[in-house]
């Protein structure tokens, strides 16, 4: 009894007949070439992703392989073949101005968020403040992450370091999260720009407790050291910005583009923010991006 077989279909006896040559010969010459075929189509798709990705680490391109194209290739394959064709990511440069000041007589509170175990948004948001190099001077980055989801929130870049720049961030984040009173802490180290009464009055304002790390204990805050981290070495170190417009432009469409919305975060289950966030419950109005968060709103929500 055969199989049924689609017309016209066929078998390997038969196309070894009309080739004129043995079974035995075809099936040497295929377990020979199948396996550089397969090498050649995982290595295609490597590239292509590591192209389109182009500070993707060999663990993300193999996960990416997986998901999106339906390859199942060790991690530790993926290295190899990244290795070979030369595609293994970037290294960051060394750390050069500093934008931490904690010399100051500004209050210093206590750390609220040891041992603090997540469950949603808006109970964490943590901040930090890092330098980005332009052709003639330095500009100033100051960032705001939802702990919880890793995305960020709010963001401002300037070519000073004053509180404002700081506040700036904030008010971003508040506009686009509209925490509720009372329902959130705000981390941060110990710089002058968040002990500040200018930075303070706006947390007080908002309900918003503040928390600070402990003395030259940068873990305290390591979820805005590690954006830092991701933002010099996928976007910053790999640029000549011309003027403070142009890193604007460039890092924000970073953020927001790829950052929040298509880079895979370990921690996320490989998945980004953006996607991360979207398997919670929230209400219809809450805003998903800066842009919608900046557009007035008709109707209040309590969140």
Known sequence: MTSPRPQGELTVERMCFLAQVSR??????????APREEETAVRDAIQKVALENRFYGYRR?????????????????????????????????????????SRHEWRVVPNLVRDLVLTDLNQLWVADITYVRLAEEYAFLAVVLDAF???????????HLRASLAVAALQMAIAARRPAPASLIHHSDRGVQYACSEYTSVLEAQGIQPSMSRVANPYDN????S???????????GRDYRNLSQ?????????????N?????SALAY????????????PASYPRSFSQAAQPTTTATSL
């Open 24 to 33: 035995a010969g075809y099936y040497r010459h295929w377990a020979a070439s």
């Open 61 to 101: 391109v193999a996960k990416d392989l997986h998901d999106k194209h339906g390859l199942v290739v060790n991690h530790k394959r993926v290295l190899r073949l990244m290795r070979r064709d030369n595609l293994l990511c970037l290294r960051k440069r060394p750390f050069v101005p500093v934008t931490t000041d």
């Open 149 to 159: 989801s890793r995305r960020v929130i709010g963001w401002a870049l300037e070519t």
């Open 222 to 225: 390591a979820k805005a050291e």
């Open 227 to 237: 954006f830092m981290k991701t933002l010099k070495h996928e976007e910053v170190d």
């Open 247 to 259: 890193a604007r432009d460039e890092i924000g469409a970073f953020i927001e583009n790829v950052y």
């Open 261 to 265: 919305r298509r880079r895979l975060h």
């Open 271 to 282: 998945r980004s923010p953006a996607e991360f966030e979207t398997t919670l419950t929230r």
